[in-house]
Nanobody, 125 residues
Framework: QVQLVESGGGLVQPGDSLRLSCVAS????????VGWFRQVPGKEREQISC???????????KYVDSVKGRFTISRANAKNTVYLQMDSLKPEGTAVYYC???????????????WGQGTQVTGSS
């Protein structure tokens, strides 16, 4: 079991770039797949990307269509961290981004086994 902390959110304008971090403050992410999720007010949480475990392919499993070509998921094993690089942002109001872990290390088609508390990204006008 791991404890997760998301960080990197803040105020952004259209076209900005931002890198979010998912850090295991307890335990290791080496053998988990890790997904990033986005939730906006009034809508359900949506998985936008997932990365396989280091012990498996150790690469991206999926990107939702709306972020393909703009977002990149990656892992820094020595730092026990998974990143979400977000480019060409199209913010609309506020959104909270969460990371979640998958014990299987490869199967990401469900909400996840463990979650952090999220980090907020807010669009400015």
């Amino acid at each position: 079991q791991v404890q997760l902390v998301e960080s990197g959110g803040g105020l952004v304008q259209p076209g900005d770039s931002l890198r979010l971090s998912c850090v295991a403050s307890s335990g290791s992410l080496d053998f988990y797949a890790v997904g990033w999720f986005r939730q906006v007010p009034g809508k359900e949480r949506e998985q936008i990307s997932c990365l396989s475990a280091r012990s498996r392919y150790n690469g991206p499993i999926k990107y939702v269509d709306s972020v393909k070509g703009r977002f990149t998921i990656s892992r820094a094993n020595a730092k026990n961290t998974v990143y979400l690089q977000m480019d060409s942002l199209k913010p609309e109001g506020t959104a909270v981004y969460y990371c979640g872990t998958y014990v299987s290390g490869w199967y990401c088609d469900y909400p996840g086994d463990y979650w952090g508390q999220g980090t907020q990204v807010t669009g400015s006008s």
